[in-house]
């Protein structure tokens, strides 16, 4: 099963841009990136996925890299609510749909 | 819409005693499942479904049953509560297995204490 490495904390500035990286080299073909955040004590929520190609939606974008080997998850304009543990997750099609949480990246966001 | 909601959301229990813990989700889901988190850790699987009537052993099952009698709910049994049981419980539902990548939405949390 993939696993994946991800920095243990990070701080970004109110209004920029926040990237987070995941490293994820023993990807297989058909597995997918997820990205989950967790707002202290609340159930993770999902924020976005993707397969090869970069992905866009209301929350975020995913850039992953043209290997497979490593993503990026952006928070294009970070606020306050952004701080959270964000969860980088290869999706392992053999477990029926678990997700492998690790300890994810504390994101603080700071004024 | 209420998604995944969880009751009760908090509770302690004493050693030895049972509860159960009851998943309700809306959203037609055909899997279902519940985690647990201790602090500073990731979430970890203890039971699974696959849909209504069936169950499956996660991660960390021992000391938990679980039951799906009905699409919509799934239960978490503790027969005799420990101490090592005390935890935050995290229910989850998605459509399906599909490698294409279905997501899962998770519950706001059921806070145990085993004293």
């Known amino acids: 099963d993939a696993k994946t490495t991800q920095p243990t904390s990070m701080d970004c500035a109110e209004g920029r841009a926040a990237n987070l990286p995941c490293n994820h080299s023993?990807?297989?073909?058909?597995?997918?990136v997820y990205w989950y955040r967790q707002i202290h004590s609340q159930g993770p929520q999902y924020i976005i996925h993707g397969l090869k190609n970069n992905e866009t939606n209301e929350m975020a974008s995913l850039i992953i890299t043209e290997d497979r080997k490593s993503s990026t998850l952006i928070l294009p304009h970070a606020t306050l609510r952004d701080t959270a543990v964000y969860y980088c997750i290869v999706r392992v099609a053999r477990s029926q749909g678990n997700l492998i949480f690790g300890k994810g990246t504390k994101l603080s966001v700071k004024p | 819409n209420a998604g995944v909601t969880q009751t009760p959301k908090f509770r302690v229990l004493k050693t030895g005693q049972s509860m159960t813990l009851l998943c309700a989700q809306d959203m037609n889901h055909e899997y279902m499942y519940w985690y647990r988190q201790d602090p500073g850790m990731g979430l970890r699987l203890i039971h699974y479904s696959v849909g209504e009537g069936t169950t499956a052993k996660g991660e960390v099952p021992d000391g938990y049953n679980v039951s799906r009698l009905k699409k919509q709910n799934f239960l978490l049994g503790l027969e005799s509560a420990a101490p090592s049981q005390t935890s935050v419980y995290f229910c989850?539902?998605?459509?399906?297995?599909?490698?294409?990548?279905?997501?899962?939405?998770f519950g706001e949390g059921s806070w145990l204490t085993v004293v």
């Open positions: 023993t990807i297989s073909g058909n597995e997918y």
């Open positions: 989850a539902s998605s459509y399906s297995n599909s490698i294409s990548g279905n997501t899962i939405y």
